[in-house]
């Protein structure tokens, strides 16, 4: 799942080559295989098809834009919204290691060693920094001192890769110097302050925890993951009660001074979706530590089964988490919000519960609606609907207007915001879907979703946001590639084709590593689950 660029407020409220992508995206434009066990073989055409895509979009930022932060593939360009450290190459470096592609591995090995993580004259976001840059060379590390090593050409700057990530860390770590240990996400350097906020979102905040931790283990000094995790303990224990409406379920913003919610507002949505994922996921890097992680899961998870499901009132068939406030539920979601099918099903197979494996997949079945009913293929980044029993005075959850009227009859949700920036977390869904059961639909499904992608996007000198996925060649472009794309969209779109391997979710049955939130793959310490 990518970082949250959109939010919800509280209410008040592709394929081969360029030559082929005229390919409709309807969802039944690929021959089915049937829904049978595939046994995770490798789809040498499909998996080959995106990484060219992946080489293609390096290409360009690479002659482009790097060491930027990001290309623009429009106009050639490039920009520094991550603070000028190259983030498209460090979260372009898991993704190339699982590709084995050396050149583009060896590219960026010989860059790392040279960020001055000391300077930035911009606002650093911690989560940001955490899961895109500390994500991307924990990972680089763990695969090439574990089963990548043959990859690097140069064996002195993967032992810089730590160095590094312990730098940024060290640089970091004053946003944990607060009263009650609830780390300031935005910072300054020179000197090290803060922007002067009280408060913390429940993902910038929980979203910290794996990365953290993990440097604490590689470097061998825990105080790294001590950190992340007493400001993880206020979450996990929220103050006051009020601010969980079911067990499991808290509010949106936390004070950094007294460590208690201000809200009961939230879902499986951008500003809190990570926090959710990553409670499974720490479980999953070691079990004996965050057993109680994994609690927090389960009565999150099954609160969210008993009250926040929703169907649509024109599409039954269908199955949305709704956001709440209170008790009060609105029937809202995004794309960001799809990665909640994925995380199910991980849950599911970890603690070994076919119910959480089952109601995942009904949630990838909804997200994947959301894309095969737009005339791009692509899902929208927000989206509502309605249910039977909403009543016509209820503010909260307004009918669609008129101009959608058509489209909410048969899609079972109307778009509140038609941009695609590039995110990943319905095919995320679709690769955990597929590793759990081996059926080839959700292979197929991703596939759909990659064409769509590619022959969309795909312009210039690589892939461009799209205005509108519900128009013609999406509306037009954004001239902006986040570095998102490398590391999650053709990570997971590769991964679900390609063969099985040691970092692949249920890899033999089990799992050796996990995936940050920003699909930088982990070694896990604990036994594999």
Known sequence: MVSFRFVLAAP???????????????????KRQGSRPDDHVLNRQRADAVKEAFTYAWNGYYKYAFPNDELNPVSNGFSNSRNGWGASAVDAFSTALVMQIPQIVNQILDYIPTINFDETADEISLFETTIRYLGGLLSGYDLLKGPLSNLAKNTTAVDAILTQAQRLGNNLAFAFNTPTGIPSNNLYYNPDRTDGSTTNGLATTGTLVLEWTRLGDLTGNKTFGDLAQKGESYLNNPQPATSEPWPGLVGMNININTGLFEDAFGGWVGGADSYYEYLIKMYVYDTTRFASYKDRWIKAADSSIAHLVSHPSTRPDLTFLSVYNGKKLIYESQHLACFDGGNFILGGLVLKQQKYIDFGLTLVNGCEDTYTSTLTGIGPESFRWVQNDTLPTDTSNPGPPASQADFYAKAG???????????????????????????????????????????????????????????PKGGGFVDFQDSFLFAEVLKYSYLIHAPDNVWQVEHNGVNEWVFNTEAHPFKVVGPPI
Not at 12 to 30: E, V
Not at 429 to 445: I, L
């Open 12 to 30: 008040c409220f592709a394929l081969l080559l360029p030559f082929t992508f005229a390919i409709p995206h309807s969802k039944d434009n690929l």
């Open 413 to 471: 949700f109307y778009i509140t915001s038609s941009y695609y920036i590039l995110r990943p977390e319905v095919i995320e869904s679709f690769y955990y879907a597929f590793r759990a059961t081996g059926d080839q639909k959700y292979r197929d499904w991703a596939w759909n979703a990659f064409v769509a992608i590619n022959s969309t996007a795909r312009t210039g000198s690589g892939f461009a946001e799209l205005r509108d996925v519900n128009a």
